[in-house]
């Protein structure tokens, strides 16, 4: 079975962009969250959205805001983009129902680096 | 102060060795615990998940939680070069089960 693919793997963009970086989840599972991992904070809860919706949300700032469509992949997009926003974006999807599951099998990554 | 605590290392052994990787929290409602794998310029692989206090084997691994201390363990018995590699701690309370809080890491070096 494929794992979390994520993509792109690298980006680089200057402050004031926006970005759209895109997850798609083992097969089979429903619920995608998003992390950020820097060296300073560690990683991070971004979101987590279940069958479209967004059922969990952490303590960032509106510029960063996701979705989740039919088929379970998942974008997430941070707007107005500001030089802490670079950073390792980690997705991590989960295969049980409504409750969550505390068995999250996570991507490699989107390393995202804002000059 | 963090909710979770995990001292960054970087930790350096033997092969061979017994490692002993630990966490501490403040967060009471913390129920379910968990250990991560992080190799460099991977995501992180989950190792052990444990619900509230006890303890788990896996292999060469081993997870103790002890919620009267709010301290958390993973032992790694013969230790491997293989090994090497960031473990994160990560913990979350019942109800918000996809809402973890990782610990920032410790680093560990297994030398030959």
């Known amino acids: 079975k494929a794992g979390v693919t994520q993509t792109p793997r690298y980006l680089i963009k200057t402050r004031g962009q926006q970005v759209t970086l895109s997850c798609s989840p083992i097969?089979?599972?429903?619920?995608v969250s998003w992390y950020q991992q820097t060296p300073g904070q560690g990683l991070q809860f971004l979101f987590e959205y279940f069958s479209e919706t967004q059922r969990n949300k952490g303590n960032f700032p509106g510029r960063f805001s996701g979705r989740q469509f039919s088929n379970s992949r998942s974008e997430m997009n941070v707007s107005t983009l500001e030089l802490g926003d670079s950073a390792l974006y980690l997705c991590a999807s989960s295969p049980r129902g409504p409750r969550g599951s505390h068995e999250q099998f996570f991507g490699p990554g989107t390393r995202l680096t804002v000059l | 102060q963090k909710e979770v605590e995990q001292d960054p290392g970087p930790l350096s052994v033997p092969e061979g060795a017994i490692v002993s990787l630990n966490c501490t929290y403040s967060n009471s409602a913390f129920q379910y615990f968990m250990w991560y794998r992080q190799y460099s310029r991977k995501g992180p692989e989950l190792l052990m998940y444990t619900y509230s206090s006890g303890n788990k084997e896996d292999g060469r691994f081993t997870a103790q939680v002890d919620k009267s201390s709010k301290y958390i363990s993973l032992f790694i018995r013969d230790s491997q070069p293989s090994d090497s590699a960031t473990y994160l701690c990560?913990?979350?309370?019942?109800?918000?089960?996809?809402?973890?809080?990782f610990g920032t890491g410790t680093r560990l070096q297994v030398t030959l």
């Open positions: 097969s089979g599972h429903r619920s």
């Open positions: 990560a913990m979350s309370p019942t109800g918000t089960a996809s809402k973890l809080t």
